[in-house]
T-cell receptor
Framework: EDQVTQSPEALRLQEGESSSLNCSYT??????LFWYRQDPGKGPEFLFTLYSAGEEKEKERLKATLTKKESFLHITAPKPEDSATYLC???????????FGTGTRLTVIP | DAGVIQSPRHEVTEMGQEVTLRCKPISGHNSLFWYRQTMMRGLELLIYFNNNVPIDDSGMPEDRFSAKMPNASFSTLKIQPSEPRDSAVYFC?????????????FGDGTRLSIL
């Protein structure tokens, strides 16, 4: 059975204080690992797709990395506008649906 | 470009009433997904359609839930009769399906409260 575990559940950072969010996964054949950002009252917004171990993707202050068992979302010098819940999801080989973790709620304090 | 459009954004109704949630996917997307999000369980897939055909409905909680996709631009999720435990945020997502491994794109959800 597919499993996705995200940690920590919540993270408070001072503005400019870099950190990482973790997504550990178990899936029988990874077709893709997806990162989303969700703001209160909104739907998840797509950030990155990672396909194979060793791959990295960057967007502004965010960088996502992937190993065979986990993915990290690194946040460099965060700003208050980076405050959101970050969701990780996996897609199994041969499937179109996604299996989501429960997210990390990030708060960046000015 | 218009994203996924869901209506209504908020619904408050009494237990036992029928609830219908609506979704218009992104034009050209051939896969559509219905999710439910709660604090306790996060995002859970209820059902998904490919080319208007239901592919996997194993996440539908029970017979009180039903979903239809009569055409490529419209889908409904119906709960009848509704119960307080159905209170949650319901999301619709669409995707360009097939071998290209595209991400799903989400609407802003319907917040459902059953009293």
């Amino acid at each position: 059975e597919d499993q996705v575990t995200q940690s920590p559940e919540a993270l408070r950072l001072q503005e400019g204080e870099s950190s990482s969010l973790n997504c550990s996964y178990t899936v029988s054949g990874l077709r893709g690992l997806f990162w989303y950002r969700q703001d209160p009252g909104k739907g998840p917004e797509f950030l990155f797709t990672l396909y194979s171990a060793g791959e990295e993707k960057e967007k502004e202050r965010l960088k996502a990395t992937l190993t065979k068992k986990e993915s990290f979302l690194h946040i460099t010098a965060p700003k208050p506008e980076d405050s959101a819940t970050y969701l990780c999801a996996v897609r199994q080989t041969g499937a179109n649906n996604l299996f989501f973790g429960t997210g990390t709620r990030l708060t960046v304090i000015p | 470009d218009a994203g996924v459009i869901q209506s209504p954004r908020h619904e408050v109704t009494e237990m036992g009433q029928e609830v219908t949630l609506r979704c218009k996917p992104i034009s050209g997307h051939n896969s559509l997904f219905w999710y439910r999000q709660t604090m306790m369980r996060g995002l859970e897939l209820l059902i998904y359609f490919n080319n208007n055909v239901p592919i996997d409905d194993s996440g539908m909680p029970e017979d009180r839930f039903s979903a239809k996709m009569p055409n490529a631009s419209f889908s409904t999720l119906k709960i009848q009769p509704s119960e307080p435990r159905d209170s949650a945020v319901y999301f619709c997502a669409s995707m360009d399906g097939g071998p290209s491994n595209q991400p799903q794109h989400f609407g802003d959800g319907t917040r459902l409260s059953i009293l």
